[in-house]
């Protein structure tokens, strides 16, 4: 069903528990609980944490740990993974620590799924289940497992040693589940969720390039299954809203020299404004001479349908917003927020909050 460009869209947070330049990684997951507070009073429908590994910039590698103390300080947003990284682990025990955060919180909990490391290749080897032989790729099957130890009628679906798991009970079995999402930012995820009939979730912020055609996929060829009978699709969006549009352009440059600098393998925390300006006015050193950067390369700008980062005030964001939501028939947007100051990070959600309308804003 198309959202109307005046409709009300949902609103969601993405959370990476960003760490500023100056301030401990203890400060940034503090930060963070105090965002799951404050959306929660405004509004937001759901609350989500990503997964990174070995990075001085994102707080957060465990999401599970943040969702249970954000489920715990919160009254009635939603709290879920923006995601677990599957290939990481073996599906029986995601299904049991969900199983547990669900038990805790009935109703209030996602499980979103993805594919991609979640931090460079000597993390990802360290991570990996088996290392004694070289990596396969089996993310379907242990996907499908981990469905059917959530929802045990999907078991009659799999094969071979994988049925006997069907014996096996995953506890703590309160009734119902967490809600499986899948992430991704490519046409392999979009092509997925449709085919598992899950609900589907859009990286747009890290990769804005085939945002159109894989939500458009998804709705078109989405097959009804025992999680849902019709499409739900969701895009992450990055946002900075200020009371002037000058104001949300200088916060903005703490993000555009995090981009810049990831590009780069450099992944320190968050600048503030006046330092990423500085560095961004200044010609990049890569910080490895086998890594052929220029300026020109790294500051390009997107030729994309939609940018990553809506900048800009409140009013003008929302519209962005609705227009976006409209064009894809998506009934929910998810937000994600950086900024070096937290204050400046808690405005920008109420911002958008109270001019989007959201119900408590």
Known sequence: MSVSPQSSVRLSVLDQ????????????LNNSLDLARHVDRLGYTRLWYSEHHAMDLLACTAPEILIARAAAETARIRVGSGGIMLPHYSALKVAEVFRTLHA???????????RAPG?????????????????VDDFTQQLAELRAFLHPEEFTALLGA??????????????????IWLLGSSMWSAVTAAQQGLPYAFAHFFSPIQTRQAIEYYQRNFQPGSARQTPEATLAVG?????TQEEADFLHASVRLLQRRIRMDDRRPVA???????ELDAKPTAPNRFLAFTAGTLDAPEDTEWP???VGTPERVAAQLRSLADELRLGEIIVNTITHSHEARLRSYSLLART???ASA
């Open 104 to 114: 805790m919180f009935p109703n209030r909990i996602d499980l979103g799924i993805g």
């Open 356 to 358: 989007m309308g959201l």
């Open 162 to 179: 994988a049925r006997a798991f069907r014996t096996i009970r995953v506890a703590p079995d309160a009734p119902g589940a967490p809600d």
């Open 17 to 28: 528990s960003p760490v500023p330049e100056g301030y401990s990684a203890s400060q940034a």
């Open 119 to 135: 931090g460079g290749q000597l993390e990802a080897y360290a991570l990996r289940r088996d290392r004694k032989s070289p990596a």
């Open 272 to 278: 503030t404004p006046e330092d990423a300006l500085r």
């Open 239 to 243: 946002v900075i809203c200020a009371p």
């Open 308 to 310: 990553r980062y809506f």
